[in-house]
């Protein structure tokens, strides 16, 4: 996710921008920038790093302009540095552009571009928007809006644009496509951002546009829509904002935690676009592809991660093993890196980190490229360090994850582990083709299956009510839910801070069964595949011993209803993709406890959201 944010009217354009900026790094806060427009023309400043150093940068430039955009960025294409960074400009220097989202076939239009003559200076896909729109309005004579609309109707993806021309101080193009955009409309003045924080306190009149939409704001005219496949023109109404600013930036949930738990079939869905082909039996993953010849001699994949990153590694170990046949070690960070480990130069070592920042994750990386492994990263911070420092990888798209505690970055660990374990899979002759076509489809539907995940929100909250003052809990689950169990627990202990627990269902007997008494709550991923019999059976030893149940089911379970004191149903799924689903209540679970608890559930005591020290 990226913020942008816009204005044209009688004030200073500055300050409404660079504030609007601010609101907005939640969105992203890897880089940022923007672009004055003059009747002498543009006044551009950007900069890796946070607004602060954008202001900084700014000092002494001319900033008195009443038109300009701005923009906070989230990497996606190209690592944050001052050239990647927005506004990017056009080959003429007439076209400034700021965008949020993913130009999927950007590197198509770019071949294009170049054979035309365009150069490129950064790395991202937004550059080449950017010189398709110059390339329109300049061979074909179009007007920005023309040109804009022409292009858009050639890009693929998600997008979310303002547009100026140097040469017309009046006037800024916009368009969305799968990213928000907002317009602020004011007295004689009109505003653009990603959401409407920016503007809250100056206009409480916004129009929102919707997918496939476009608009141009012209000072002292009323704003006109149009349809970007037709140039219809649209008559959207106008929306009166009841947020606050802190509703706004939480997308009017309570908290960051909530929000991103919501937000998981989209940064699912984002995690696999462009690499999900499934109607084509493809897996795109230049990460994977461009060393396939290693990964299939690999005799060992290591994986080392921390907390959640960990458990996800858990989850790979299941699905590389299963599908790939390739023998897999997960290993926490913080031991492998001192325990002298043994690692041979056909391992290969991937490194699973959110922040891309974790102080032992980054150190374990370091011991194993030292002793000749190839090393692979899955982080969901574009640049971060354990990205630049690993031969290949893959970054998740889950967006900036605000809350401390992992919730859709954990599901798009998996998915991209998923990702990877068919691909390995397919290319390793494992797979026979019809399940690789079989799974492929199915991952394609886990974004609604998510969605459908959510909906037990309700129950759920029930459910937390009834066991919120519980002082200890367990967490159980077999197979691919083993660490789905891990990982519930520490959801709880994190941000409610009751102690849990998680165990492979069948460790009961080997100790923890002795815990077992009425007032301990056992939560149990009782899925209808794997050894679902055998989870029916610990329930039952449980219950034998007064044990209160709360079972994670499929929808349509008979036999552990009758057995458990609460149940949750989610979508039936393949055993591979069951930990996907099955986290969504869990996660809703340990925020409703944490609520009632009146715990500080996005930044819960003692905890840092990346850990950059040992
Ligand atoms: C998970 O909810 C925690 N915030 C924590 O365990 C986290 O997963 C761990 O610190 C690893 O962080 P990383 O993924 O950024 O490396």
């Not at 790979?316 to 926490?332: D, N, Q, S, T």
């Not at 490229?369 to 911070?381: H, R």
């Not at 007064?546 to 499929?554: C, D, K, L, P, W």
Request: charged content about 25%; hydrophobic content about 40%.
């Amino acid at each position: 996710m990226c913020g942008i944010v816009g204005y044209i009217g009688s004030r200073e354009a500055y300050p409404i921008i660079i504030n609007g900026l601010k609101r907005l790094e939640y969105r992203g806060y890897d880089s940022a920038g923007f672009v004055l427009n003059y009747p002498e023309g543009l006044e551009m400043v950007k900069t890796k790093g946070k607004v602060v150093d954008l202001e900084d940068k700014a000092q002494g430039v001319k900033l008195h302009a009443n038109i300009g955009v701005g923009h906070t960025r989230w990497a996606t294409h190209g690592v944050p540095n001052d050239i990647n960074s927005h506004p990017h400009m056009s080959n003429n220097g007439n076209l400034v552009i700021v965008h949020n989202g993913i130009i999927e076939n950007y590197e198509a239009i770019k071949i294009k571009l170049y054979s035309e003559g365009y150069v490129f200076h950064s790395e991202t896909d937004t550059e080449v928007l950017v010189n398709l729109i110059e390339y329109f309005k300049e061979k074909e004579n179009l007007n920005l809006t023309d040109a804009v609309r022409y292009a858009l109707t050639e890009v693929i993806g998600a997008f979310a644009i303002a547009v100026m021309d140097s040469q017309n101080t009046d006037e800024i193009v916009v368009g969305r496509l799968g990213s928000p955009l907002a317009i602020g409309i004011g007295e004689d003045e009109f505003f653009i951002a990603s959401d409407a924080s920016p503007f809250v306190e100056f206009t409480k009149d916004a129009i929102y546009l919707e997918d496939g939409e476009m608009a141009t704001i012209k000072r002292g005219e009323k704003v006109k829509v149009r349809k970007i496949v037709d140039n219809k023109e649209v008559h959207p109404s106008i929306h009166e904002l009841q947020l606050d600013l802190e509703q706004i930036e939480k997308g009017g949930y309570e908290h960051f935690m909530l929000k991103e738990i919501n937000e998981q079939p989209k940064s699912i869905h984002d995690t696999m676009r462009g690499r999900l082909l499934p109607d084509e039996g493809i897996i795109k993953m230049a990460g994977i592809w461009d060393h396939m010849e290693r990964f299939k001699k690999a005799k060992r994949i290591i994986i080392v991660a921390c907390g959640t990153s960990w458990h996800a590694g858990l989850v790979g170990e299941y699905l590389i093993e299963e599908l790939a046949r390739i023998p897999v070690e997960v290993e926490y960070a913080s031991e492998f890196r001192y325990r002298n480990p043994i690692i041979n130069k056909n391992d290969i070592v991937i490194a699973i980190s959110q922040s891309g920042e974790t102080a032992d994750t980054l150190a374990a990386l370091k011991l194993a490229k030292e002793k000749g492994a190839f090393i692979y990263g899955i982080c969901n911070v574009v640049g971060s360090s354990i990205a630049r420092i690993t031969d290949a990888g893959s970054y998740t798209h889950a967006g900036p994850e605000i809350g401390v505690a992992s919730t859709k970055a954990f599901t798009a660990q998996l998915t991209i582990l998923t990702l990877i374990a068919l691909k390995l899979g397919k290319h390793k002759g494992n797979l026979s083709n019809e399940r690789f076509m079989s799974l492929c489809y199915e991952l394609s539907t886990i974004p609604s299956k998510v969605e459908k995940a959510l909906n037990t929100n309700d129950i759920v909250k029930k459910i937390s009510e009834i066991y919120k003052d519980a002082e200890n809990a367990l967490y159980l689950g077999r197979g691919y839910n083993f660490p789905t169990a891990l990982e519930g627990a520490l959801k709880l202990k994190e941000i409610s801070y009751i102690h849990a627990e998680g165990y492979p269902a069948a460790e009961m007997k080997h100790g923890p069964i002795a815990l077992i008494d009425e007032n301990m709550p056992v939560f149990v991923i009782a899925i209808n595949k794997g050894h679902y019999e055998k989870v029916v059976s610990n329930i039952q030893e449980i219950k034998s011993r007064s044990g209160q149940i709360i079972a994670v089911v499929t929808e349509g379970d008979k036999q552990v209803r009758d057995l458990a004191d609460h149940v949750i149903e989610i979508p039936e799924c393949s055993e591979e993709f069951s930990p996907i689903l099955a986290s969504i209540p869990l996660q809703l679970l340990s925020y409703h406890v944490a609520v009632m608890r009146g715990c500080n559930v996005d930044q819960p005591r003692n905890l840092a959201k990346s850990v950059t020290v040992e």
